[in-house]
Nanobody, 126 residues
């Protein structure tokens, strides 16, 4: 079992930055693909970014590609989402997810992740 705990959310002004962290416990994290999703109440959870466990393959949705960066520190069992140039429409709850994959460059962009965090709220004021 892997437990994921997000942190780093909060209130920021338009154009500001936040760095979300997702700390994993329970098992070594190094061969897990990781992803970030976000969800507004009443809407489907939306994929934001994902990274293979090799770190070589990274995927973003178009709306965040030039503003957000996903990274990982396997020694710390932690995944990060650096969010720059934040906009009011980025105001949602962000979730991290993780799953073991057989290939080092395999990335999951759908909901089939096995492990999910509880979410952290990001609010961007206009």
């Amino acid at each position: 079992q892997v437990q994921l705990v997000e942190s780093g959310g909060g209130l920021v002004q338009t154009g500001g930055s936040l760095r979300l962290a997702c700390a994993a416990s329970g098992r070594a994290f190094s061969n897990y693909t990781v992803g970030w999703f976000r969800q507004t109440p009443g809407r489907e959870r939306e994929f934001v970014a994902a990274q293979s466990w090799s770190g070589v393959v990274t995927i973003y949705i178009d709306s965040v590609r030039d503003r957000f960066t996903i990274s990982r520190d396997n020694a710390k069992n932690t995944v990060y989402l650096q969010m720059n140039s934040l906009k009011p429409e980025d105001t949602v709850v962000y979730y991290c997810a993780a799953d073991q994959t057989p290939a080092s460059d395999y990335v999951i962009t759908g909901y089939e992740y096995t492990y999910w965090g509880q979410g952290t709220q990001v609010t961007v004021s206009s």
